[in-house]
């Protein structure tokens, strides 16, 4: 990390000069087709950023958490990549304006740190995405897949690594580029040899290290 504490404080205290918004599971925070309104810092709750396929289907991008920016490419760039987001669960946001956030960058240089860090952790994440892709069969993509999830959302309990984030299977079929009967027929096999347990959207990673080896 490249931050220190005064410096991520200073860009939270920025956003705590805006608006705060709560929404409901299953609200749109950007609508399809709609540019962002502005540029928001979860304070709590999950949002599904995806985009729509052109058969219409939805392409999960990747989940955002609490301590997040939303919108932060845009508001750098000014280019909108016409992102969806949506809430996977109740979600209490602040937000500014690009204009603010802009010109917090320019007479904050130095408190800006914390949004390199923020930048390089969105570029790791997308490089993961792109680098699972080059496994060969569907089962070590599911499986880079879930091992990935688990270190962003990964909590310890007795019965495993459970992934506090639901997750469908047509959610978890785009992101691995397979069919989402394939993926339900993958994660059924992967629970038949006790690596995990899935029940509806909740997964828990039952052998985190016996997972690993299918990627070895």
């Known amino acids: 990390m490249l931050t220190n504490d005064s410096q991520n404080e200073a860009l939270v205290n920025l956003f705590h000069q805006g608006t705060r918004q709560v929404y409901d599971k299953g609200e749109f925070v950007i ?9 928001y810092y979860i304070l709590s709750g999950l949002i599904k950023a995806y985009d729509i396929t052109k058969y219409g289907e939805e392409n999960l991008l990747i989940i955002r958490k609490p301590g997040e920016i939303i919108g932060l490419t845009w508001a750098i760039t000014g280019e909108d990549r016409h992102i969806i987001y949506t809430t996977l669960a109740k979600t209490e946001l602040l937000q500014i304006t690009r204009e603010q956030f802009n010109n917090f960058i320019h007479t904050n240089p130095s408190a800006a740190l914390p949004l390199v860090d923020m930048l390089v952790d969105m570029y790791r994440l997308h490089s993961e995405r792109i680098l699972n892709l080059e496994y060969r069969t569907v089962r ?9 999830m688990g270190k962003r959302f990964g909590v310890e309990t007795p019965d495993g690594l459970a992934l506090e984030v639901p997750l469908r299977h047509q959610d ?8 989402r009967e394939t993926t339900g027929r993958e ?6 040899q006790g ?21 070895e």
């Open 31 to 39: 609508r399809p087709g709609g540019p962002p309104q502005g540029v």
């Open 140 to 148: 070590e993509r599911l499986v880079s897949f879930l091992l990935s």
């Open 172 to 179: 978890i079929a785009s992101s691995i580029s397979a069919t």
């Open 187 to 192: 994660l059924s096999a992967l629970e038949r």
């Open 195 to 215: 690596l995990l347990s899935s029940r509806q959207s909740a997964i828990v990673l039952k052998d985190v290290e016996k997972l690993r080896k299918y990627l």
